[in-house]
C-alpha cells in the first residue's frame, strides 16, 4: 500500500530527456535497492545523480522521538521501482568508485520523484537540478521535511568523527587535520542558544537562523560547544 501509493507520487515528477550520446551508454535491467539514494542495476552499483538521501542508519526526529527515516527512504525507492525495468545513463564516478547515473522507470527521472516526494535532498555540491523541487517539497512538509533531520552529508561527516577516535587508538599516533574554527578579529562565532523547549543547541555562521539567534554563549570549534554541553542545530 506504501509502495503503490509513493510510485503515484513518482508519477508527478517531471522527466527527463537524455542525449543520443549519452542513451547509448544505458544501462538498464532489474534493479536492487541499496539505500535511499543508491541501487543496483545489471551488475552495477550506481549513485543517483543530484541528490542525496537520509542514509539507511540515520534518524528524524518528529518533537525528539526518533524516526527511521533512512529506512523509510529506501522502502519508498524500493516502491517507485518494484518490478519495473530501470534504465541508468552514467555521467560519472563517485569517490568510492560507483557509478553515478541518472536513472528512470515508465519515464520517471527517479531521483526527481524521491525529492518531489520529500525523501531525499537536493545535492547542491554537485548539481542545482533539484533546487527548485526540493524548495516545494520543503514547504509543502513532505516526507523527511516533516521532521527535524540533519543533512545527509552532515551525518556522514558526523559519523566519521565519532569513528575517528577509535581508528587513531589502533594505528597509533599520526597527523590529524585541527578542527575548524569559527573567529573573526579574535571572536569567536558559534553561537551556543537555549531553546524553548529546554534544548542547548548551537548555530554555526552560514546555518539557517544564524543571525537571528540570540547568543548565550560563543565557541570557536565545535568541539567546545559540544564539550559545554550544546548540541548542533538540526536543519528543518
Not at 536492487?32 to 541501487?39: H, K, M, P
Not at 524548495?135 to 509543502?140: D, E, I, P, Q, S
Amino acid at each position: 500500500m506504501i509502495r503503490q501509493s509513493f510510485y503515484a507520487l513518482a508519477c508527478t515528477a517531471l522527466s527527463w530527456t537524455m542525449s543520443d550520446a549519452t542513451h547509448a551508454q544505458v544501462i538498464e535491467g532489474q534493479a536492487e535497492v541499496i539505500d535511499g539514494d543508491s541501487l543496483a542495476v545489471a551488475g552495477t552499483e550506481l549513485r543517483l545523480f543530484g541528490i542525496d538521501a537520509p542514509e539507511y542508519t540515520q534518524s528524524c526526529y518528529a518533537n525528539g522521538v526518533q524516526v527511521t527515516c533512512g529506512t523509510m527512504a529506501k522502502e519508498v525507492l524500493e516502491g517507485m521501482i518494484a518490478g519495473s525495468t530501470v534504465s541508468c545513463s552514467p555521467v560519472g564516478t563517485d569517490a568510492y568508485g560507483r557509478t553515478v547515473a541518472r536513472c528512470h522507470t515508465s519515464g520517471v527521472d527517479i531521483a526527481g520523484a524521491l525529492v518531489e516526494a520529500g525523501w531525499a535532498t537536493a545535492f547542491r555540491r554537485y548539481s542545482n537540478d533539484y533546487v527548485a523541487v526540493e524548495m516545494r517539497a520543503r514547504a509543502n512538509r513532505t516526507g523527511i521535511w516533516q521532521w527535524d533531520f540533519l543533512m545527509p552529508e552532515d551525518f556522514r561527516n558526523s559519523q566519521r568523527a565519532e569513528r575517528e577516535p577509535a581508528r587513531l587508538a589502533r594505528t597509533g599516533p599520526q597527523t590529524v587535520a585541527l578542527p575548524r574554527r569559527y573567529e573573526r578579529d579574535g571572536q569567536c562565532l558559534i553561537k551556543g542558544n537555549h531553546s524553548r523547549r529546554g534544548d542547548w543547541i548551537y548555530h554555526l555562521p552560514g546555518m539557517p537562523y544564524y543571525d537571528a539567534t540570540r547568543a548565550e554563549a560563543f565557541f570557536c570549534t565545535e568541539a567546545q560547544a559540544q564539550a559545554a554541553g550544546y548540541r548542533r542545530a538540526i536543519v528543518r
